[in-house]
C-alpha cells in the first residue's frame, strides 16, 4: 500500500536519524567531558576573584561611605546592605529553581556580573555606586549556584570538604587584597584601586564565559529543559511555609537565621568599629584581615575535614556555633586591641559553621533540588544580610557609637562627638551573641539523618543517581 510503504520508509529515516543521533553522541560527548569536565576548581576561581576584588575596595569603601554619609555612617550603611539583602532573599529561590532546570553557567555569568557591577562606579558616581550595590542584591547570590554548581560535580561524602574549600577560598581572597588596596590608596590614590578590581571583575566574568563547563549533567537538562517553573518554587515566602511543615528544616533554617544574622551585622560593620573604638590605623585592620583569613584557610580545609569525619556533620555545626559565640562575646566586652587579635582567632574557627551546614543540607536534598534548596538557605542569608547591618547600626547609634571625622593619613580621629559606651564597647556584638545561644539550643534538636525531598521512582532501568528528576 502507498501509504504503507511511505510509513515504513519514514521509520526507516527516523531509526537512521536516531542511530546517527546516539553515534554522535558516543564520538562528540565524551570529548566534551574530557576537555571541559567541571571541577571544583572553577567555583573556587569564581570565587577568589570575586571578592578578591571587592577586597581591594576595604579601605576606599570606608572613605567613600563617610564622605557620601558624614551623618549616621552605620545607619546609612545598614540600610544599603538592607536592601540588598532584601532583595537577595525575594530573588534566590528562583534563580535557584531556574539554574536547576537552565544550567548553572548562565546564571554564575549573571550572578557575577551584577555583584561586580557597581565596583566601577565608586569613582564615577558614588551615590549611583551604592544604589547599584543595593539593586544588584536581585542576582548577587553567587554562592548560592556556586554551591549547587559544587554538588552536581561531587558526591555525598566529598561535598563537606567541597563546600570548605569553596568558603576558604573567600577567606583566602580577603587576605592580601585589603593591604593591596590599603597600600595603592596610600600612594597611588582611590582611583586606581578602583581601576584594578575593575580589571580583576572583568577577568573574574570572561573566566566564567569561556572557562567554566557547565556542571549539570546534559541528561538532565534536556529532560527538564521547557519544564514550568512553578510560583511555589520561586516564591521564597513559599520557601518558609514550606520551612514549617518540615520540623528538620525547621530546625536547620532557625539555626541558619539566628547564626547568621550576626554574622553579616559584624562583617558589614566590624571595620568600621576596629577603626572608631579601637583605633585601628588602615594598615593594622589589613594585617588583621590577613590573620583571620589565614586561620579560617585552615580551619576551613584542614580542621573541617577532620571534625566532620570524626565527631560528624551536627557535631560541627555545634561546634563552629560554640567557637561564634565565643568570639561574638569577646568583641562584646573587649576593649583592648590584643583582645580582637585573641577574639578574630577564634572568630576563624567558627567559620567551619557555614560549610557545616551546606554539607548538612546537600544531604537531605534530592540531586535535582540542590539549586532550590541552596538557594533558600542562601536566601534565609540574603534575609540577614538585609536586617543584620541594620540592627547594628541602630544599636551602635542608641549607645552612641557614631564614626566621624577620619584622618586620612592614619585612619584614626579627629574628633568625637560622642563617646560609646564605657560598659559594653560592642553593644551589638553581645546581642549577637545572645542569638548564637539561641541557635545553638536550636541546632541540638537537628536529627542526624532525615530526608527532604524524595524522588518519585522512575520506571527506566538505565538510572543514575545524579540525573534522576522527581519532576518526572
Known amino acids: ?88 532573599f525575594l530573588s534566590a529561590p528562583l534563580i535557584g529553581a531556574l539554574s536547576d532546570v537552565w544550567g548553572r553557567k548562565s546564571f554564575l555569568l549573571v550572578t557575577v556580573f551584577f555583584t561586580c557591577a557597581p565596583i566601577p562606579l565608586m569613582r564615577i558616581s558614588p551615590w549611583w555606586h551604592f544604589a547599584m550595590i543595593s539593586v544588584s542584591g536581585v542576582f548577587a547570590v553567587t554562592f548560592s549556584v556556586i554551591f549547587a554548581y559544587v554538588a552536581d560535580i561531587t558526591e555525598e561524602h566529598e561535598r563537606s570538604t567541597a563546600y570548605g574549600l569553596v568558603s576558604a577560598t573567600f577567606a583566602a581572597s580577603l587576605v592580601t587584597s585589603p593591604a593591596i588596596g590599603a597600600y595603592l590608596s596610600a600612594n597611588y590614590g582611590d582611583s586606581l ?28 537538562r534536556l529532560m527538564s529543559w521547557g519544564s514550568p517553573i512553578s510560583w511555589e518554587q520561586a516564591d521564597p515566602f513559599a520557601s518558609l511555609r514550606r520551612v514549617g511543615k518540615d520540623p528538620t528544616v525547621l530546625l536547620i533554617c532557625v539555626t541558619v537565621f539566628l547564626s547568621y544574622l550576626p554574622e553579616a551585622g559584624q562583617y558589614s560593620s566590624f571595620f568600621l568599629y576596629l577603626r572608631q573604638v579601637i583605633e ?71 567559620s567551619i559553621t557555614f560549610p557545616a551546614v551546606s554539607a548538612l543540607v546537600s544531604r537531605i536534598a534530592a540531586s535535582d533540588q540542590q539549586g532550590c534548596v541552596q538557594g ?91 540525573l534522576q528528576d522527581s519532576s518526572m
Not at 197 to 212: E, G, M, N, P
Not at 390 to 398: D, H, M, R, S
Request: aromatic residues 10%; charged residues 10%; contains cysteine.
Open 1 to 88: 500500500h502507498p501509504l504503507r510503504k511511505r510509513n515504513c520508509n519514514l521509520d526507516i529515516d527516523l531509526s537512521f536519524v536516531h542511530l546517527h543521533f546516539q553515534l554522535t553522541s558516543v564520538t562528540i560527548f565524551p570529548l566534551q567531558q574530557t576537555t571541559g569536565r567541571a571541577k571544583v576548581s572553577h567555583a573556587v576561581v569564581v570565587i577568589f576573584l570575586e571578592f578578591f576584588a571587592w577586597g581591594l575596595l576595604t579601605t576606599p569603601m570606608l572613605t567613600v561611605l563617610h564622605e557620601t554619609f558624614p551623618q549616621h555612617t552605620f545607619l546609612m550603611n545598614g540600610l544599603i546592605q538592607g536592601v540588598k539583602g532584601l532583595l537577595s
Open 376 to 466: 533558600m538557605i542562601t536566601g534565609i542569608r540574603g534575609l540577614c544580610n538585609g536586617l543584620g547591618p541594620a540592627l547594628y547600626g541602630f544599636i551602635f547609634f542608641l549607645f552612641n557609637v557614631e564614626l566621624n571625622e577620619l584622618d586620612p593619613m592614619t585612619g584614626r580621629n579627629k574628633s568625637t562627638s560622642q563617646e560609646p559606651s564605657e560598659t559594653i564597647p560592642g553593644p551589638p556584638f553581645l546581642f549577637g551573641a545572645c542569638l548564637v545561644l539561641l541557635a545553638l539550643l536550636v541546632a541540638i534538636f537537628i536529627p542526624d539523618h532525615h530526608s527532604m525531598f524524595k524522588p518519585l521512582p522512575a520506571s527506566e532501568e538505565d538510572i543514575e543517581p545524579l
Open 193 to 220: 584601586v578602583v581601576l584594578v578590581a575593575t580589571i580583576i571583575a572583568v577577568v573574574d566574568i570572561a573566566f566564567v564565559l569561556l572557562v567554566v563547563p557547565e556542571s549539570l549533567p546534559d541528561k538532565m
Open 280 to 350: 585601628f590605623s588602615p594598615a593594622t585592620i589589613a594585617a588583621f584581615i590577613a590573620m583571620v583569613g589565614i586561620l579560617s584557610i585552615i580551619a576551613q580545609t584542614l580542621l573541617l575535614t577532620y571534625f566532620m569525619r570524626t565527631i560528624g556533620n551536627k557535631n560541627t555545626v555545634l561546634l563552629g556555633l560554640g567557637f561564634q559565640l565565643f568570639q561574638l562575646a569577646w568583641y562584646g566586652f573587649g576593649s583592648e586591641p590584643w583582645m580582637m587579635w585573641a577574639a578574630g582567632t577564634v572568630a576563624a574557627m567558627s
